[in-house]
């Protein structure tokens, strides 16, 4: 089961970086808040590409 979890990160963070999927999307797919996918972004050296409107779409979907 790890080796399919850590398959799943792979694919996810791939997507990410490929601009395939948006950083909420990514935190979603993966089930964590996207507070803990930038921290995911940063302990694996991952450039965080995210713009400011990629930011407002993100917090649009965030409960309030």
């Given at each position: ?9 792979r ?6 970086k ?24 940063q ?22």
């Amino acid at each position: 089961e790890e080796g399919l979890a850590a398959e799943k990160k792979r694919k996810v963070l791939s997507d990410y970086k490929e601009r395939r999927i948006s950083l909420q999307k990514a935190a979603e797919l993966l089930g964590i808040h996207l507070v803990e996918m930038i921290e995911l972004m940063q302990k694996e050296g991952l450039y965080l590409d995210y713009t400011e409107e990629e930011l407002r779409e993100d917090l649009k979907g965030l409960p309030r």
